[in-house]
């Protein structure tokens, strides 16, 4: 499929690209524009267009993680497609143990799965593992924060998809305590993004 620049390659194993997730790549490059020299980070890659089209459009380097083999070997192929395999790394982890103690990501972005496990036989055509988000459907995006916590520069952002505002409202409340600042809210057609500040 086209994905804004992009040609993004894909099967029934991983989950479709959703156009509208274009809105987290451009906004994670308009960051990226703004920031230090650094690198972006990209968690629950999938197939790899959100990281991709955000590296392609900042021009920086990319390092994108996702637990699922077939994830990583689709993202593989569409950073080759691109012209990008030179500036991704893509890791084959799980979130807690992908990046080292020392590392700082300009910009983050992640696409955790957000529908509870009680629902996800609604979408029959979607692998389990790239949806499921726990019972109350928070459960991989609040590991992302945590992974991402003492790896962001000082001005770094992370930003987060959700499916809607009420679940980007429980994520925030979740976290409240916890030293990260909410910065802005941005809707697409089918979820919302939320950028939550370095801690």
Known sequence: MRFAELSIEYD??????????????AWAAELAQAADPGTLLELCSG???IGLLAAFLSR???VAVDVDPTACSFMRLNAEAA?????????????????????RFVVAVADPPWVTSGAIDRFPDDPALAIDGGPDGLQVALACVAAC?????????LLVQLGDADQAD???????????????????????VVQLLHP
């Open 149 to 157: 916590r003492d790896h962001l520069s000082a001005a770094g952002s």
């Open 83 to 103: 012209g990008l395999s030179h500036r991704v790394e893509v890791r084959e982890a799980r979130l807690q143990d992908a990046l080292a103690a020392d590392e």
């Open 47 to 49: 197939a790899g267009h």
């Open 170 to 192: 429980r994520l925030v409340a979740a976290l409240s305590g916890g030293g990260w600042q909410v910065g802005e809210r941005r809707q697409g057609l089918g979820g919302v």
């Open 12 to 25: 029934d194993r991983v989950l479709e690209p959703r156009p509208w997730t274009q809105v987290q790549s």
């Open 60 to 62: 920086r380097d990319l």
